[in-house]
């Protein structure tokens, strides 16, 4: 299977930064687009930024200008590059994979497991 493991959360205080890292593995023969989502409690998971394959990137209103989204192909491996962050940044943050498991077959999502990120002072 493909698995996606997170890692760089944690506790910042506002105004700071925090670089997000989702790195995939297992059976993969290629990744279409890669994203972060968030989830706040008492909210539904909402799409932070994805990244499509050929390096093309979105945001959402509320993180535009502040977060960078990024990929190392070579690594399979999506970054989240978050600055200037505020209180209202707090959530469990997941990343998402489009992957192909072989040359025949149809893309599937993947999820990672989510990683804690909490902007207080």
């Known amino acids: 299977q493909v698995q996606l493991v997170e890692s760089g959360g944690g506790l910042v205080q506002p105004g700071g930064s925090l670089r997000l890292s989702c790195a995939a593995s297992?059976?993969?023969?290629?990744?279409?687009?890669m994203a972060w989502y968030r989830q706040a409690p008492g909210k539904q998971r909402e799409l932070v930024a994805f990244?499509?394959?050929?390096?093309?990137?979105n945001y959402a209103d509320s993180v535009k200008g502040r977060f960078t989204i990024s990929r190392d192909n070579a690594k399979n491996t999506v970054f989240l590059q978050m600055t200037s962050l505020r209180p209202e940044d707090t959530a469990v943050y997941y990343c998402?994979?489009?992957?192909?498991?072989?040359?025949?077959?149809?893309?599937?999502?993947?999820w990672g497991q989510g990683t804690q990120v909490t902007v207080s002072s």
């Open positions: 998402n994979a489009v992957v192909q498991r072989g040359r025949w077959t149809n893309y599937e999502n993947y």
């Open positions: 990244i499509t394959g050929g390096g093309s990137t």
């Open positions: 297992g059976s993969i023969f290629s990744i279409n687009t």
